[in-house]
């Protein structure tokens, strides 16, 4: 329902055979006339080579070479790595590719005073690099910071701002992926699939409990916290599951995006955690909501209620968590997201059995991933072609 600027400008293509509509290909403004304009520049350049006099009997240049010039008509972009634990995705390295002369940390490191002057944008994958004021200051003709994810709590969009330096998102290519993990979650909770998965792999079982007992996600009553296009996405799922929708946001939505899934509004939140059986945050970490969720509002929950969180992990507070579901002051809690990441191996949360904790999959899909780059690549080059931003983040 909800389509950002960027995604109105992508084409869709097959990502692979038989896979229609799962990817996108740019024909943003900003790609377009830089791919032009670059691509006219190396062919005159080209042009030039075998028909200037000058030329005429030396040897004409090597593919290397000709690679070489070409990366030099792009825009430099640093990126922490290709590969590897950290880097970006080869697949996604040669995308940015196509648009960017790529220089990663450890080159710029080694040759910084060259290439201080070459980068213009910085690709943030997985909160990777780290943009600090001593990276910013080395930077010179940086002009965007583009993050490939909707959550910009890693950056400090104030510090950037103020070297002049923009700041965007990809809002819109994460959203039915994060909201897709978040009913994953709701269902393996309330089915205890974790759990039954361990018991029927384990050398151990010889027979299946017939007290093995979960709860129904179907007319059962869904609050979540944070409606934006990702909680709206999700209120559209589980409106196919019967569900009744509550939701608490800072603004209400309009009736008839109300009436479309079915959703009622909270204006307290005190009001949705009293009444809901499953609880959803899908809001972004900010001052205000940080640890939003403590033993205050874990004690208004159901103590047959369950809480899934797929927005940051900070926005719980864990300790208050852990005593909760000890003390079953809840019946469970589901979480693609933690503080820190991943936590200590000798966590409480990690000893518990009415838990499920994932590593922060919300948006690894080979789908999302590809889209947030492409959204990524719009946005950084809106910026460097003086073209509307799709999705800018602006410093509060």
Known sequence: ML?????????PIPLMSGQSNLAYKLTHPAIASHGLHCHGRIANYRQRCKTCPCNAGRRTISAAQAKVMAETELPGILILDIGGTHGVL????????????????????EHKKEMSKKIQ??????????????????????????????????????????????????????????????MALMLASARRLVEGCQVAVSPDTKCFAVDWLGVEVTRATLGIIGMGSIGYKVAQRARAFDMR?????????????????????????????????FVMLIVNLTPETHKLIGKK?????????????IS??????????????????????????TYPEPLPRDHPL??????????????????????????????????LNGQPIPSEVCPK
């Open 3 to 11: 389509r950002s600027k960027a995604f109105s400008l992508l084409k």
């Open 90 to 109: 080869e697949n996604l390295a040669a995308l940015l590719k196509k648009h960017f002369h790529l220089i990663t940390m450890k080159e710029f490191l």
């Open 121 to 182: 944008s910085v690709f943030v994958f997985e909160g990777r690099p780290t943009i600090d004021r001593e990276l910013l200051e080395s930077l010179p003709n940086l002009k965007v910071i583009g993050n490939s994810g909707v959550g910009v709590d890693h950056l400090d969009v104030k510090m950037i701002s103020e070297f002049g330096v923009k700041v965007t998102n990809t809002p819109h290519a994460v959203a039915d992926s994060t909201a897709d993990i978040g």
């Open 245 to 277: 929708i509550l939701y608490h946001n800072r603004h209400q939505r309009s009736q008839e995006e109300e009436e479309a899934v079915g959703a009622h509004y909270c204006e307290k939140m005190e009001d949705l955690l009293q009444q809901a059986d």
């Open 297 to 309: 509002e874990l004690g208004l929950m159901k103590p047959t209620a369950t809480l899934i969180n």
């Open 312 to 337: 940051r992990g900070a926005v719980i507070d864990q300790d208050a968590l852990v005593e909760a579901l000890s003390n079953k002051v809840i019946r469970a809690a589901a979480l693609d997201v």
């Open 350 to 383: 990690l000893k518990l059995n009415n838990i499920i904790i994932t590593p922060h999959i919300g948006t690894a899909t080979v789908q999302a991933i590809r889209m947030m780059a492409e959204e990524a690549i719009a946005n950084m080059l809106a910026v």
